[in-house]
């Protein structure tokens, strides 16, 4: 769905995050436990990255696909001394749950558990995220690579996992802790001087930044690659669902389409035909206005360009740009 038009508080928590610190509520994404001594194999198995060379205290993003490798949903892990916490989209909490279900076997030792109801999650983004939780003396997490988490006492809150990393091609962290310590930990990050982000203003942000998200660029018509997510994939891991198909395409450079930023010069629509010339080019996926104009995600045709691309975008004009989230470079074997 396009993005409303944003007020002051939306545009200053943007702000916030782009030179200062925000905070936004996280807690309707679902958390999915995955226990038992099979859990790391089992997530190997299903998903594009590497879980095998995960150790407790680690985390990654990683991507579930289909058999034909289509995207799912964009999910990072927390690997802990006794299971692995997922966080998955909000509108993928449900469907995440009953697809891992079927794929676990007599003989597996797995153990699903949504926690949802039980846990909050937070994310702080922002530049000065690093100044926030050293004022909550957690400075050791500082320059930790991404996934990394810790567990924490915070004011009276014990059993704070913080991570590292916002959800979003900006530095931050995220808490995740019990449901009954929400308005202890939240008053505290305010405290420390983190600026409230809204949904809507959140939106905003993942568009700009080009995070993709389920039912828009995450979708049967496209695959990890094609998506920008290769930070997320691993190809020496060996066997695991839809691995052939993205392997293929990794080896033979046949990625067809990519993910890319829209600058517009005024509304359009989602699911719009992107066109350069008369030639349909690619469709745009999700659109918002800014603090400073509108903007879209779209999938663009390889053979059509990238950025500096001028196109229309229905009766709009369009210029494609780079997004922060994604990578389009095939990777480098040594």
Known sequence: ????????????AIQAARVGVAIYDRT??????????DRLRFL????????????????????????????????????????VILLVSPNRRQFLMEWLDKYIFFADKVELADITQ?????????????????????????????GSHQVYTIAAAQGVRIAVGSGLGITGYTLTFPYTDKATVW????????????????????ILQGR????????????????????????????????????????YKGVKQHLFGVKLSGNAGV????????????????????????????YIRTKAGGVGLKVKVSETEGEIVDIPFVSHEYPEFK
């Open 28 to 37: 309707s994404w679902g958390r999915i436990k995955v226990a038992g001594d």
């Open 118 to 146: 039980y846990t909050n999650t937070l994310s702080l983004i922002g530049p000065e995220s690093d100044a926030v939780i050293e004022k909550l003396g957690i400075g050791e997490l500082i320059g930790q690579p991404y």
């Open 187 to 206: 008053d505290k990050l305010l405290e420390a001087g983190a600026v409230e982000m809204s949904d809507r203003a959140w939106d905003v942000l993942r």
């Open 212 to 251: 993709p998200a389920p039912d828009a660029e995450l979708t049967d018509d496209y695959n990890p690659l094609e998506a920008g997510l290769w930070q997320t994939i691993s190809f020496d891991k060996g066997c695991y669902i839809g691995q052939e198909t993205i392997a293929r395409l990794n080896t």
């Open 44 to 83: 190997h198995n299903q998903s594009t990255n590497d879980f095998l060379a995960l150790k407790p205290g680690q985390g990654c993003d990683t991507v579930f696909v289909t058999s034909t490798a289509r995207t799912i949903d964009l999910v990072t892990a927390y690997v802990r001394e006794d299971a």
């Open 1 to 12: 769905m396009p993005t409303s038009t944003i007020d002051n508080r939306d545009a200053a």
């Open 271 to 298: 699911g719009s035909v992107i066109a350069l010339g008369d030639e349909k080019v690619g469709k745009l996926t999700s659109y918002t206005e800014t603090p400073d104009g509108y903007f879209g995600l779209g």
